[in-house]
């Protein structure tokens, strides 16, 4: 194991600046798929021991982009992640902790479990999935539907970088997804986690782009 004294952001920026690194680049169908933009994840001003924020555009970037993607259907998907009353279906994840705050007691129909405000969702042609793992593709219907939208491209938006939006990049990899992050799309806890992810990711799973790169993409497509 290598031993540092750089920052996780300062490992980053080294790797994503290597010109050496091969992107596996955008293919001919892209999907946007939104992990978890819920107020529980979103609204530090409303839920402040578990909602984070990296950067403060990041729901208007994810809007944007949703809204792009749709104007020329493309598909665009949302989760977020809720629970039972009793939590009955959080499985080994909700048995960590068992405060008012635990991921166990997000519940069906409750304010942490809502979409942010700040994003459109339009119910009539967006797909919008309840998830209670990590990744957006397990126990979803995300994989048949991706499948048959003939898509090829999984943009991944949302959070948490070291969480649900890793595991779902890593899964969209594993179903043979080319897979691309814009990095002012995601958020994490602390700088530590996001930017650690981001190098994991851009090194293996995923190309880490601005997200200027996605809004190029749709609009010359």
């Not at 809502?114 to 339009?122: G, M, Y």
């Not at 997200?211 to 749709?218: L, S, T």
Request: proline fraction near 5%; glycine fraction near 4%.
């Amino acid at each position: 194991m290598v031993a540092t004294d750089k920052t996780a952001k300062q490992i980053f920026e080294e790797a994503y600046a290597n010109p050496a690194r091969r992107a596996f680049g955008f293919g001919t169908k892209i999907a946007i798929v939104n992990v978890d933009p819920q107020k529980a994840y979103t609204r530090p001003d409303l839920f402040p021991k578990t909602a984070y924020v990296t950067d403060p555009l990041q729901c208007e970037y994810i809007d944007r982009i949703s809204k792009a993607a749709r104007a020329k259907n493309y598909p665009v998907v949302w989760t977020h992640v809720s629970y039972m009353e009793n939590a009955a279906d959080a499985g080994i994840w909700g048995t960590r902790t068992d405060t008012p705050d635990s991921l166990q007691n997000i519940k069906y129909g409750s304010d942490r479990a809502e979409f942010d405000d700040r994003l459109t969702i339009d119910q009539n042609v967006d797909a919008i999935y309840t998830k209670r793992m990590p990744s957006a593709f397990f126990e979803t219907p995300l994989a048949s539907f991706l499948t048959w939208h003939k898509v090829d491209t999984v943009i991944v938006t949302g959070g948490s970088t070291s969480g649900c939006v890793r595991a779902t990049a890593v899964d969209s990899l594993s179903h043979g997804y080319r897979t691309i992050v814009p990095m002012e799309c995601v958020a994490d806890k602390h700088e530590s986690y996001h930017y650690a992810n981001l190098t994991d990711l851009h090194l293996k799973y995923a190309d880490i782009v601005p997200v200027q790169a996605v809004f190029d993409w749709i609009e010359a497509h």
